[in-house]
């Protein structure tokens, strides 16, 4: 049974952007979601449906313009490292090894060096870098260094794991490899995480429940419940199933097309 079922608690949700013409766009429009305590929630829907801008907002580098955002009982005014953040960008400081990045965060709150020593070598063996420690980043590839992302902000120990289609610049293997670390690295800690993107079988892959999002304005179409075991097999009939069900509600009712 799931600890706090509204661990993210978001209520009426709303956002405008004003266009360069003057014409105001309705981004988001009064969304309600809850996200419960170590549950892995992903979000998708077809481009400018404000999956993204959900996420800035709980992020807290969006302003809400309507409505509240409230993460364990506290609202949401701004970026806090209770919230870790991974883009699709791999961030990481280019001159700093990878235990230099994944213990940045440590540093910059005056941890003991014993207790950051000991965190780094934690996060580095968690994320399978046996080896790679005094690596820099550009000597490593593309999955290993979002790898390392990955770790710098779960170091920090935030209370939930946002994560920005990390995986959308990665080619095809990579990221089959990158979602099963995921997933693995998530049974693993726990974390309750909030991730968008555009594949749904990355949604179907790591989600507990699927959000799936309707454009103009960007509103909750439905929210679809992923009830098959971890780990996935991406083969079996119920990944399929579960997989042509959400392709199906992504088609454009005009169209016929995603």
């Not at 790898?147 to 920005?164: E, S």
Request: charged share 20%; with cysteine.
């Amino acid at each position: 049974m799931m600890e706090n079922p509204s661990y993210l608690s978001i209520r009426g949700l709303g956002k405008t952007f004003t266009a360069a013409s003057g014409h105001r766009h309705v981004a988001v429009g009064d969304v309600d979601l809850s996200i419960g305590e170590h549950e892995f929630v992903s979000i998708i829907g077809r481009s400018g449906c404000g999956k993204s801008t959900i996420l800035r907002m709980v992020a807290g580098l969006e302003p809400c313009e309507q409505g509240c955002i409230e993460l364990d009982g506290r609202q949401v005014q701004g970026p806090a490292a209770e919230r870790g953040l991974v883009f699709q960008e791999y961030a990481l400081f280019p001159w700093r090894t990878v235990s230099q990045n994944i213990g940045f965060g440590l540093e910059i709150r005056n941890l003991p060096k014993v207790e950051i020593d000991s965190t780094v070598s934690k996060f580095v063996k968690l994320i399978g870098l046996n080896g790679f420690e005094k690596s820099l980043p550009w000597e490593l590839s593309g999955g290993m260094r979002q790898r390392v992302a990955i770790a710098t902000v779960l170091a920090n120990n935030p209370k939930m794991l946002l994560m920005d289609e990390p995986f959308g610049a990665l080619d095809a293997q990579t990221r089959l490899t990158m979602q099963i670390e995921l997933s693995r690295i998530w049974m693993e800690t726990r974390k309750s995480v909030l991730f968008i993107t555009h594949s749904v079988e990355e949604a179907v892959y790591l989600s507990q429940r699927v959000v799936v999002m309707k454009a103009r304005p960007g509103a909750i179409q439905e929210i679809v419940d992923i009830d098959l075991p971890f780990p996935r097999d991406i083969a079996s009939r119920g990944f399929n199933d579960m997989r042509t069900k959400l392709l199906s509600m992504l088609l454009d009712p005009v169209t016929g097309t995603h």
